[in-house]
């Protein structure tokens, strides 16, 4: 049997990345550092949703690199209970959405995209 474990991101301020996704409702669980031939390399920080096991792995490499976002990347899917209250407590942390609330298609579930500090989009989805 397989199971879905976690999704990693590599991220370039931790502090911010982490007061993001906290934002958003998730939960800091650890971080475990990463060392090689006595050096910090890298240190992972994992969150999750409350009373869910599966997790988000936020990777920061020490030695100054950044990353290209790419082309191939896509979203990271959040659903939430109230849309409009999850914007409003996003926004008092300064996150703004990309445009307000829309639905796909008609009698669809509503829904926004937000960025994090690494600019990996966020649909946040309000099912009815």
Avoid: C, W
């Avoid at 599966?54 to 990347?73: K, V």
């Avoid at 959040?78 to 959405?97: C, F, K, N, S």
Wanted: hydrophobic share 30%; proline share 5%.
């Amino acid at each position: 049997m397989s199971k879905y474990l976690h999704t990693m991101l590599r991220i370039g301020d931790p502090e911010r990345s982490r007061a993001f996704y906290e934002a958003l409702g998730m939960e800091y669980r650890r971080e475990l550092p990463i060392v090689r031939d006595g050096q910090l390399e890298a240190t992972n920080y994992f969150l999750g949703f409350p009373g869910q096991e599966e997790e988000l792995e936020l990777t920061f490499n020490h030695d100054g690199r950044s990353y290209e976002l790419g082309t191939a990347y896509g979203h990271i899917a959040v659903g939430v209970d109230d849309l409009d209250a999850t914007l409003v407590g996003l926004r008092e942390q300064g996150i703004e959405p990309e445009r307000e609330p829309y639905r796909v298609r008609e009698g669809g579930s509503r829904l926004a995209f937000v960025s994090d500090p690494d600019q990996y989009r966020v649909e946040l989805i309000e099912r009815e």
